[in-house]
């Protein structure tokens, strides 16, 4: 009998090893090996090239876009740099509700780690070029406040060597006023009318390459590979016990619950965890204070941008632009649509959704789990009946995605 009972307890022994050992491919299905595995960052392309901007993956571009990144001369008052707002440290954030340059911005501040892999910029993607997007802010009454003259002679005083190198020689800029913009105010504008076509064009050109110089120091924002990344390589390889001293019971049970029940991936999806489209969600507004119909207004505007895809300032010479094209046929359908943000990054940093409506992670999930109403439009998102321990792991599923990035250091700082 006792021998009986110790080759039986042998036998249980050597079923669980079984069982354990087979963990990965039987606890996850060849299908969500393969979703985990589009979601790692080894699936992530190399940058697609940007043909609209010529000097993209120009080193000598990166350098130069990097200092002006921090450069604070770049202003109206000479204290607001791009690093004001998009701090290195808080995974290019800045922890508040509204961005603060000259004034405060309408929405929350958010990160550009991998935006260069972004079609759309902006939470209502008002921008479609890293480049253009970065021409946005200089200008703004809110942000660095300055204008475009102003910026021109700025490049000839302090980086005429480097802009001459990568664009050719600037222009004169000898009678040009020193504050004209065609988007500043009244005082600004007028000078701006002042000037002929041409004129306007080549200040309007500096402008745009300033842009293109900050873009190519932005490509080299780039995430790093976290735990979750660590995770499949494990679950890949079959490793269930690398696998399982990588993640705890709790974060693969919330990494089940992204990628199943709660369908998280249905838009944080591919390595960056966006679809880098537009979604309405149903964040709840402030009705007086924010009337805020995101892609809606935001597909008017781009189409308003002068440095738009088909502009002339683009270095595409075939600027066929077909996803603005398509954009302009469906802009109506996004009332309340904001872009999916990436869920790669070096830290969560609070405040979160477009309007900072929500202070952490829990209530974020909660909302998930609640689906309310849209303010505007019709929300995508469906109650998800989740218990409160799910929510945990679903929780501790996303703390798992941080991680240093895979940016050289150098870059970080000023
Ligand atoms: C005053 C704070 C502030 C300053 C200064 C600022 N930004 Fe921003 N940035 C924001 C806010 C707020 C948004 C989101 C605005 C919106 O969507 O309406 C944003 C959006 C962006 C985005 C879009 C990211 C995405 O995924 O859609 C990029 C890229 C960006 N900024 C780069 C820059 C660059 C480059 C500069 C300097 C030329 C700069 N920002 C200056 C606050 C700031
Ligand atoms: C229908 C598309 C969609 C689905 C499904 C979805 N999200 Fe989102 N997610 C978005 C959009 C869009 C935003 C930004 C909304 C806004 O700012 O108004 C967002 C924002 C977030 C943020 C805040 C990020 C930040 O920087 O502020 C987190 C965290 C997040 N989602 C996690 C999740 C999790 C976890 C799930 C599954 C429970 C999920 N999302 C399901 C589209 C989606």
């Given at each position: 009998?006792?021998?009986?009972?110790?080759?039986?307890?042998?036998?249980?022994?050597?079923?669980?090893?079984?069982?354990?050992?087979?963990?990965?491919?039987?606890?996850?299905?060849?299908?969500?090996?393969?979703?985990?595995?589009?979601?790692?960052?080894?699936?992530?392309?190399p940058l697609?090239?940007d043909?609209?901007n010529?000097v993209a993956d120009d080193p000598r571009a990166a350098v130069l876009g990097h200092k002006l990144f921090f450069?604070?001369?770049?202003?109206?008052?000479?204290?607001?740099?791009c690093?004001?707002?998009h701090?290195p440290?808080?995974?290019f954030?800045?922890?508040?509700?509204?961005?603060?340059?000259?004034?405060?911005?309408?929405?929350?501040?958010?990160?550009l780690v991998g935006s260069a892999y972004?079609?759309?910029?902006?939470?209502?993607?008002?921008?479609?070029?890293q480049?253009?997007?970065?021409?946005?802010?200089?200008?703004?009454?809110?942000?660095?406040?300055?204008?475009?003259?102003?910026?021109?002679?700025?490049?000839?005083?302090?980086?005429?060597?480097?802009?001459?190198?990568?664009?050719?020689?600037?222009?004169?800029?000898?009678?040009?006023?020193?504050?004209?913009?065609?988007?500043?105010?009244?005082?600004?504008?007028?000078?701006?009318?002042?000037?002929?076509?041409?004129?306007?064009?080549?200040?309007?050109?500096?402008?745009?390459?300033?842009?293109?110089a900050i873009a190519a120091y932005e490509r080299r924002i780039l995430p790093g590979?976290?735990?979750?990344?660590?995770?499949?390589?494990?679950?890949?390889?079959?490793?269930?016990?690398?696998?399982?001293?990588?993640?705890?019971?709790?974060?693969?049970?919330?990494?089940?619950?992204?990628?199943?029940?709660?369908?998280?991936?249905?838009?944080?999806?591919?390595?960056?965890?966006?679809?880098?489209?537009?979604?309405?969600?149903?964040?709840?507004?402030?009705?007086?204070?924010?009337?805020?119909?995101?892609?809606?207004?935001?597909?008017?505007?781009?189409?308003?941008?002068?440095?738009?895809?088909?502009?002339?300032?683009?270095?595409?010479?075939?600027?066929?632009?077909?996803?603005?094209?398509?954009?302009?046929?469906?802009?109506?359908?996004?009332?309340?649509?904001?872009?999916?943000?990436?869920?790669?990054?070096?830290?969560?940093?609070?405040?979160?959704?477009?309007?900072?409506?929500?202070?952490?992670?829990?209530?974020?999930?909660?909302?998930?789990?609640?689906?309310?109403?849209?303010?505007?439009?019709?929300?995508?998102?469906?109650?998800?009946?989740?218990?409160?321990?799910?929510?945990?792991?679903?929780?501790?599923?996303?703390?798992?995605?941080?991680?240093?990035l895979e940016t050289a250091p150098h870059l970080l700082a000023?």
């Amino acid at each position: 009998m006792k021998k009986f009972l110790g080759i039986l307890g042998l036998l249980l022994l050597a079923a669980i090893a079984v069982v354990g050992v087979n963990m990965p491919s039987s606890f996850w299905s060849p299908d969500e090996i393969n979703l985990l595995r589009s979601l790692s960052l080894h699936s992530l392309p190399p940058l697609p090239p940007d043909k609209s901007n010529r000097v993209a993956d120009d080193p000598r571009a990166a350098v130069l876009g990097h200092k002006l990144f921090f450069d604070a001369r770049l202003s109206k008052d000479g204290i607001v740099s791009c690093a004001s707002c998009h701090i290195p440290e808080l995974n290019f954030q800045d922890a508040r509700a509204h961005g603060r340059g000259i004034a405060e911005t309408r929405r929350r501040t958010p990160s550009l780690v991998g935006s260069a892999y972004f079609s759309w910029f902006f939470w209502d993607g008002r921008r479609d070029s890293q480049w253009s997007q970065a021409l946005s802010p200089l200008e703004h009454a809110d942000e660095h406040g300055g204008s475009r003259t102003q910026y021109a002679r700025l490049m000839e005083t302090f980086y005429r060597e480097e802009y001459t190198a990568l664009f050719g020689a600037l222009p004169n800029l000898q009678n040009v006023p020193a504050h004209a913009s065609p988007v500043g105010d009244a005082n600004a504008r007028a000078a701006w009318d002042k000037l002929t076509n041409v004129e306007q064009q080549t200040i309007s050109r500096v402008y745009a390459n300033m842009g293109k110089a900050i873009a190519a120091y932005e490509r080299r924002i780039l995430p790093g590979a976290s735990r979750f990344d660590e995770y499949v390589d494990a679950v890949t390889r079959g490793d269930s016990q690398r696998a399982n001293e990588i993640f705890s019971a709790d974060e693969i049970a919330g990494l089940k619950l992204f990628i199943g029940k709660a369908n998280c991936v249905k838009c944080h999806n591919t390595p960056l965890f966006s679809d880098d489209a537009f979604h309405n969600t149903g964040v709840p507004q402030h009705a007086e204070t924010e009337n805020d119909l995101g892609r809606a207004e935001g597909a008017v505007e781009n189409f308003a941008d002068e440095f738009k895809c088909w502009s002339e300032f683009s270095d595409d010479e075939k600027r066929d632009c077909p996803h603005l094209r398509y954009m302009q046929a469906r802009a109506g359908e996004s009332i309340g649509a904001f872009k999916t943000p990436s869920l790669r990054k070096t830290q969560y940093v609070a405040p979160f959704m477009h309007n900072a409506w929500y202070t952490n992670l829990r209530e974020v999930l909660e909302h998930y789990n609640r689906a309310p109403a849209a303010p505007y439009g019709q929300t995508e998102l469906e109650p998800l009946h989740l218990h409160a321990a799910e929510l945990r792991q679903l929780e501790a599923f996303l703390l798992t995605l941080p991680a240093p990035l895979e940016t050289a250091p150098h870059l970080l700082a000023p």
